[in-house]
């Protein structure tokens, strides 16, 4: 049989050669097709091989009746619609490590850019001026680089930054005051970053808790001439917001390599001296694209040759004789993962998993996997997936314990999680009740009984007359219908807790409002999907 690989973005010639000389591979290169040729051409092809410009949509995968895997050659895989690939059995891989040093590198050559304004002085003398007093800068040493995101990429530009002198603080939700010690650098929360940095160098995914992370509340609490760095993702700043805080003098520069919408033609930003900006060059370098295509070319001969591939994004591996019994528990352990995660407030540093039941004799790693995804995916994104979120918490320094229990409080099957952060212990457990699915029965030692699904308001409250009242009228005045309500206590008069399910999530407002109240000392909004 021979397979068609389909290529549609600018990639190294270098790097796809294993795919070239592979005599069952027949690659074809087609940079310059319209959205309509692809239409066309899609369903004889094999597999995909893309940067970042192609957008990889649900209709286009509904067309692909023989498409198999899609490569990206990089990290981000935004620009491909996860879900509809998975629900049709197409296996996504990436080159998460490939292009690491070559956007750290972009990163510092913009912040030196930022500092000194080399583009602007480039620009002006190439119009035949001569004005070097507009063109001071100011020393990176000594000043304070704020980084949000320490994953691959953070780290190596804090690396660099180090080497100028810079005092380096970061926010992750992942990042331990051990592994902060051991690259130098001051662990710090998101507002400690955003009011205390000179510099500011975003390296997150873009997620929706990532969605306009700095936004026009986090510029305002920045400090007066703070200069921002984006090299991650268009969308995590609020564009709008930016261009008003450089007009009103708040931020003093910007240097920017990813926008909203690419190319950001229509981008006031572009119009302001304060701002450089790039074309989306992070990993445009000869080494990133030759590293980057090569990793997913060999992916692509490992998938078609029937070997297990590298960079998984989207698979799963569960021992068959496993299946039938822990299979079923499989959306359970997420979501029971996901609830868990929302509750936390700083970083995590053990899950204790306990397992008891019939279902212990069998395998039950592929739930651990599946609970471990579930958190993580909260700030990693789609980039975590069975086979590598047990090494991804490894690497975060979060500690995994899978215990097998015989304390079953009356379930056929009982999954209780423990998650421990530095201030605080979170414990759920989870069931699935006969005919009614999954069920959450215990939260915190709080007996509940909750469908893990949908927009879910936890509120620790005093146990006082007329305070679940006032949640319904409050509710009720934002138009938000509440599903079902729980409501447990630890004795007459003391803490307790309030669990609803509601039709819509709440907004910032609604929020805001009901966490003032008096009774009411703290609330969680999650949301399962
Ligand atoms: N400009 C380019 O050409 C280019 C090149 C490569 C990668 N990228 C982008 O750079 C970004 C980082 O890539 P990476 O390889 O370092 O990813 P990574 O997964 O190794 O690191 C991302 C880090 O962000 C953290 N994070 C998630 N949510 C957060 C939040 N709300 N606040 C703070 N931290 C949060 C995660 O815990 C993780 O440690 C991605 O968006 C990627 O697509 C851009
Ligand atoms: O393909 C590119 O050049 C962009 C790569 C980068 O954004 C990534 O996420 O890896």
Redesign the pocket.
């Known amino acids: 049989m021979i397979y068609t690989v389909l290529i549609t973005d600018p990639i190294s010639e270098d790097g796809i050669q294993p795919l070239q000389l592979h005599p069952n591979i027949d690659v074809v290169i087609r940079n310059d097709l319209t959205e309509e040729e692809l239409f066309t051409i899609i369903p004889n092809i094999h597999a995909l091989l893309v940067r ?1 410009q192609t957008n990889i949509t649900r209709q286009l995968i509904e067309k692909a009746n023989n498409l198999k895997i899609i490569a990206r050659a ?3 895989v ?1 620009n491909i619609d996860l879900t509809a690939a998975t629900a049709h059995g197409i296996l996504v891989v990436n080159a ?1 490590h490939a ?2 040093n ?2 750290a590198e ?1 990163t510092i050559a913009m912040l030196f850019s930022l500092a000194r304004k080399i583009p602007q002085a480039s620009i002006s003398l190439k119009q035949r001026e001569w004005n070097r007093k507009a063109f001071i800068g100011v020393e990176l040493k000594g000043k304070t680089l704020g980084i ?7 780290a190596e530009v804090a690396f660099r930054a180090i080497g100028q002198r810079m005092r380096v603080m970061a ?5 331990t005051e051990e592994k902060g010690e051991e690259l130098g650098i001051l662990p710090a929360s ?1 507002d400690e970053v955003i009011e205390q940095s000179d510099f500011i160098t975003i ?5 929706e ?2 969605k306009h ?1 700095l936004d026009a509340r986090a510029f305002q609490k920045m400090k007066t001439g703070v200069h921002i760095i984006n ?3 268009g969308g995590i700043i609020d564009e709008h917001a930016l261009y008003h805080a450089i007009q009103t003098n708040k931020v003093a520069g910007a240097a920017l ?2 926008f909203q919408v690419e190319p950001p033609f229509h981008s006031n930003l572009l119009d302001l001296p304060e701002v450089i900006a790039t074309p ?5 370098t000869v080494e990133a694209q030759e590293n980057v295509a090569v990793e997913v070319s060999h992916d692509i001969i490992r998938f078609f040759t029937g070997k297990v591939v590298q960079n998984p994004v989207n698979v799963s591996s569960v021992p068959k004789e496993a299946m039938n019994q822990v299979a079923p528990y499989f959306t359970l352990s997420e979501r029971l993962g996901q609830f868990l995660i929302h509750l936390a407030d700083d970083v995590v540093e053990e899950i204790n998993l306990f397992y008891s039941g019939p279902f212990t004799n069998f395998e039950v790693g592929p739930l651990t996997r599946n609970t471990i995804k579930g958190i993580l995916q909260r ?3 789609e ?1 975590v997936n069975h086979v590598n979120a047990l090494y991804l918490a490894d690497q ?1 320094g979060i500690k995994i314990n899978e215990n097998k229990t015989s304390s079953l409080k009356g379930f056929t099957n009982l999954i209780t999680i423990e998650m421990i952060t530095k201030q605080e212990s979170f414990r759920i457990s989870g069931t699935l009740l006969d005919g009614l699915g999954p069920r959450i029965v215990e939260l915190n030692d709080y007996q509940v009984d909750i469908f893990p699904k949908g927009n879910i308001v936890l509120i620790y409250h005093h146990d006082l007359p007329g305070v679940i009242g006032k949640v319904g009228n409050l509710l009720g005045n934002y138009q938000i219908n509440i599903a079902t309500m729980q409501v447990d206590r630890s004795n007459l008069g003391g803490e307790a807790m309030m669990l609803l399910t509601v039709d819509k999530p709440l907004n910032v407002e609604c929020l805001h409002t009901l966490k003032s109240l008096t009774e009411i000392y703290n609330v969680k909004t999650i949301q399962l999907i």
């Open positions: 970042s990089g990290v981000g935004d998460p292009n690491t070559s956007a972009h949000i995101g320490l994953g691959r990429i953070g926010y992750d939700p992942f990042l998101l390296h997150t995914p873009l997620l808790n990532t992370l090299c991650a993702r390599d990813v989306h060059l992070g990993a445009s700030h990693l994104g980039q975060r």
